[in-house]
């Protein structure tokens, strides 16, 4: 049994003029250990997708149907009491913004204190141990000063080993990173990524990692589900993703890196951007960008075909599928 | 080598943080004393942009590229050092005198969001400057203009009467670019214009200014921090740490060769596509605040190669044989 | 370019602003009841009875006559008379339009200044700026109303009652308006700061545009909406200053009374009885106030969706 499976997930916004649907039909797992990549552009809905599994959407949004089975029990019918015993204990969240889990003012070592004490009944001495140790595993120079220092004292890249460090704290199953590494520089975004990279493999952690950033996803997991609209288009194992995308979306966005590029040439460019939310087009919604799309395109959103070990969901691909077995049928 | 078109010359930029004279007096060891800071975000850098070509500045945060990018553009003034634009100093104009350079020389922000003015319709956000620079012009010239410069960032003669938030952020970029080329200029300044972009749209908004430059014969002075984009669009590349430049060099000779410890060490962290595990050189601590510079070469705290010289004496830029110049004890001693 | 004009009504109907005030009922109310006195206090001479500013037409036999609906009222006065005899509900319609007048020309007046010199600190920054807030501070010291009494006092004595009355409106007008600038002022000038620093503001510094165009073209319009809240409120404010200094006797006169002076005739006789003078007058500005202040909240949640209430 996979960790965390999450079924049939949609999840709406009640907004003046009806819902908006943010996740529709979203289907995935996620096993012990296991890293996984959530890809796609801002608006896509991939930080919809995490924030939903612990249930922390924010008003006006709320899950309108679907499973979340975390070790077989259901996440989105749980109570806020039950659903406050798993977040941060067994499964655990690091943001984009360091300082929306820091609170400024309160020293790291209190946080990280009252974060174990609020899950465990140990001592407090016992509990700043327990901090110390996750603070050294995270590499930071002089962990005892870190626990008496403000967040303020940190720099940017410090903070966010604090934030990873606080995530460990209580050996969760399952950490979900929310573009953890963007508002870093390069640099220090290589050795956060590394660091993160080496703990979850250490300890056995799943590591859910929410990103835009194509190049983080093939160095960091082992598989992604690439989003569109609200829907998820194509998933499967990274590597095989990467080096041969299925979906006309999936091409285009690796395409359009500016490394595929020959230096000095065009680009390959998708036309178009993303619709909003308020008037996603019927059918597929990548039809009106995609070269591929047909009439059926524009009447109803493909269902998810296998190519490989990758799902998507695509008609062009679906009937080349069909054709190359048709073929291989005609050969034998 | 022909001159060129914009020189910078020995720029130095300071921001003092000491505020006013009454709250730069302190009280330190029993006596009063009057402390001033300043943040010392350029210190020194000489570097030449050829016409029709792409110079790259990239860098990571405070290292001073953005503010480059202003000085040149005269929204800073610089503390120290000239700004030459045709071999004409221009950091020193009055407004009117410098008017005619505003002209040919123009800027793409980063933010497109915040670049267009939210009370202007899109007519209005590119009629304007050309009014105010062709006073003469009649409707019909300055309308044909605006129609020119809309088709040729691909936008739709229809946006004209709406405003810039109904737009997404791609076509506000691209707005934003059809302002700067409606007053025709020969040189733009561009400060990390794609950075704020989803991926799908920096590669279209990559591809107009690319367009643009062949069309219209621009110079850009292309300000980043990623340096994939780098790769792909520039001539020639100045990589920056704390306020000075530490390798400057063609792309390719940049991307094959790379010299400078911290070149070489920002060019391992891109994340590629090709490697299943990074490989990264690591760099000791972070980037030091420039309220404080280090002494001697500013990247020695975090330099593997780094030794006494380096600690003690600024390292100033050298041509090597391959071209490249580089500001670096070690391999001026070919210690690397 | 037909297919893809939108007009400005529909872009107006279109509008959060529209449609927060279709389902805000308290917002609807109110503004119906503003624009109910303010359409009354403009046509004042069309709807009321009587011309309370003719003497000709005041019978002092009339005088402290109640509302209808009580012992001795006379039905040609629904709400009563004054102690001179003039006919209650003309002088509150003729009132209420000029308690009206000064609050919105002290209002423009404020704001005049307000935005003059806060755009100009704001922008402009260094010694204006310094010198310009001193003054906003000092004059933000002394209590707006002593500063009228004193300058109002001073211009009572030198000008003598009859000129006076001629004046006093224009003279309040000026009086309120000129010691409250420094709220606008303080208000444009954090939202100018705000705005300076936007990319908007360098794209047209580097177009070459002049610092007069920039300040009133480019960051004067993304400053109007907190102005338009404060501008709300202070009319309110205005409106209730002259009630104060006229129930001091420095406002208008009793010939042409507004709402103040109104109440404050009327004081001298409530305890014989007479409340009504003083009570309706007073009513109405509690409403006139109150509709002003709730509209203002409303806008202030409209414009700034991120301060709520409390």
Redesign the interface.
């Known amino acids: 049994m996979a960790l965390l499976e999450v079924k049939n997930l949609d999840v709406r916004f009640a907004v003046r003029g009806g819902d908006l649907t943010a996740l529709r039909g979203i289907s995935f797992s996620l096993d012990k250990g296991e890293r996984l990549g959530l890809v796609g552009e801002s608006g896509a809905g991939k930080s919809v997708a995490a924030f939903s599994i612990l249930n922390l959407i924010a008003q006006p949004g709320y899950i309108a149907g679907g499973q979340i089975l975390f070790e077989g029990k259901d996440l989105a019918a749980m109570s806020e009491r039950e659903l406050r015993k798993i977040r941060g204990n067994r499964i655990a969240m690091i943001f984009q913004d360091p300082m929306m889990t820091l609170n400024p003012v309160l020293t790291i070592g209190t946080q990280m204190v009252e974060a174990i004490l609020a899950h465990r009944n140990i001592s407090k001495k016992e509990a700043r141990a327990i901090a110390l140790d996750r603070l050294q595993k995270v590499q930071i120079p002089s962990p005892e000063k870190r626990l008496d220092q403000y967040p303020h004292e940190l720099s940017g890249g410090m903070r966010q080993r604090v934030i990873i460090a606080i995530a460990l704290l209580l050996d969760p199953e399952i950490i979900i990173a929310d573009e953890p590494t963007t508002a870093l520089d390069v640099t220090i975004q290589a050795e956060i990524m590394d660091l993160l990279l080496n703990l979850c493999e250490q300890e056995n952690v799943a590591l859910m990692l929410i990103t835009h950033d194509l190049g983080v996803v093939s160095q960091v997991t082992q598989r992604m589900l690439v989003m569109y609209s609200g829907r998820i288009i194509e998933q499967g194992p990274t590597r095989e993703i990467i080096n041969d995308a299925q979906h006309p979306y999936t091409q285009g966005l690796i395409n359009a890196l500016p490394q595929m590029g020959e230096p000095g040439e065009r680009l390959f460019q998708i036309p178009g951007s993303m619709p909003s939310l308020k008037n996603v087009p019927k059918g597929c919604p990548f039809h009106p960008r995609c070269k591929f799309a047909t009439e059926q395109c524009k009447q109803a959103m493909p269902e998810y075909v296998r190519s490989g070990n990758v799902n998507v969901a695509c008609y062009e691909v679906a009937n080349l599928i069909e054709q190359e077995k048709r073929m291989q049928e005609a050969e034998s | 080598m022909t001159s060129p078109l914009v020189s910078i010359r020995g720029l130095e930029k300071r921001f003092d943080l000491s505020g006013s004279l009454l709250e730069q007096i302190t009280f330190e060891g029993g006596r009063f004393r009057r402390k001033q800071e300043a943040v010392h975000a350029i210190n020194g850098v000489d570097l030449e942009v050829q016409k029709g070509e792409a110079l790259c500045v990239v860098g990571e945060s405070g290292c001073g590229k953005s503010t480059v990018a202003r000085t040149v553009m005269g929204l800073l003034s610089p503390s120290a050092g000239e700004i030459h634009y045709d071999g004409q100093r221009i950091d020193n104009l009055e407004r009117k005198d410098a008017l005619p350079y505003r002209r040919k020389m123009q800027m793409i922000f980063q933010n497109p969001y915040a670049s267009l003015n939210p009370r202007m319709t899109i007519q209005q956000t590119l009629e304007e400057p050309i009014r105010f620079h062709h006073p003469d012009w009649s409707q019909i010239q300055v309308r044909d203009k605006i129609h020119e410069v809309m088709h040729s960032v691909g936008i739709d003669q229809d946006w004209g009467n709406r405003f810039g938030h109904e737009f997404s952020g791609g076509q506000r970029q691209r707005i934003a670019i059809a302002r700067a080329l409606a007053v025709d200029p020969e040189f733009i300044v561009a400060d990390e214009p794609i950075s704020a972009l989803d991926v799908s749209i920096q590669a279209q908004v990559l591809n107009l200014l690319m367009d643009a430059q062949e069309s219209r014969g621009l110079t850009y002075l292309f300000i980043t921090h990623d340096l994939a984009v780098v790769e792909h669009f520039g001539t020639r590349v100045a990589v920056m740490y704390l306020g000075r430049v530490c390798e400057l060099a063609d792309t390719k000779t940049l991307f094959s060769a790379p010299r400078h410890p911290y070149t070489q060490a920002l060019l391992s962290a891109i994340p590629k596509l090709e490697d299943d595990r990074p490989n990264h050189i690591r760099l000791k601590g972070e980037v030091p605040t420039p309220v404080n510079l280090p002494s001697g070469c500013v990247f020695h705290g975090r330099c593997p190669y780094a030794n006494e010289r380096c600690r003690q004496e600024v390292p100033q830029l050298i041509t090597t044989d391959g071209g490249t110049q580089v500001a670096c004890h070690a391999v001026e001693e070919g210690r690397l | 370019?037909t297919?893809?004009?939108?007009s400005r009504w529909d872009r107006f109907r279109e509008s959060f602003f529209w449609?927060s005030f279709k389902r805000d009922k308290v917002a609807i109310a109110s503004f119906a009841v503003l624009l109910l006195m303010v359409l009354a206090a403009v046509f004042a001479p069309l709807l009321a009875p009587a011309d309370p500013y003719d003497l000709a037409q005041i019978n002092i036999m009339n005088s402290e006559l109640p509302p209808v609906g009580m012992s001795g009222a006379d039905p040609a006065f629904p709400l009563g008379t004054d102690a001179q005899g003039r006919d209650l509900l003309s002088t509150i319609l003729y009132g209420t339009r000029v308690s009206l007048m000064i609050g919105f020309g002290a209002v423009i007046l404020q704001a005049f200044l307000g935005i003059l010199f806060g755009l100009l600190a704001g922008y402009l920054g260094g010694k204006v700026d310094a010198v310009l807030m001193r003054i906003a501070d000092v004059q933000l010291s002394f209590s707006t109303l002593m500063v009228a009494i004193i300058v109002g006092a001073v211009f009572k004595a030198s000008f003598g009652n009859l000129m006076f009355g001629e004046i006093a409106i224009y003279m309040l007008i000026f009086i309120i308006g000129v010691a409250e600038w420094p709220q606008i002022a303080r208000t444009v000038r954090a939202s100018v700061l705000a705005e300076k620093k936007?990319?908007?503001v360098?794209?047209?510094?580097?177009?070459?545009?002049?610092t007069r165009r920039i300040m009133f073209?480019?960051i004067l319009?993304?400053t109007l909406s907190p102005i338009f809240v404060i501008a709300t409120v202070q009319i309110a404010n205005a409106i209730i200053s002259e009630a104060a200094l006229s129930f001091l006797g420095l406002g208008m006169p009793e010939t042409q009374p507004s709402l103040g002076s109104l109440i404050k005739s009327g004081f001298d006789y409530i305890q014989s009885g007479s409340w009504w003078i003083t009570l309706i007058p007073g009513l109405v500005l509690v409403v006139l106030v109150l509709v002003i202040n709730l509209l203002g909240d409303w806008l202030r949640d409209v414009m700034n969706p991120r301060l709520y209430k409390g």
């Open positions: 370019m297919t893809a004009t939108v449609y936007k990319e908007y360098d794209a047209a510094k580097v177009m070459g545009f002049g073209r480019h319009p993304n």
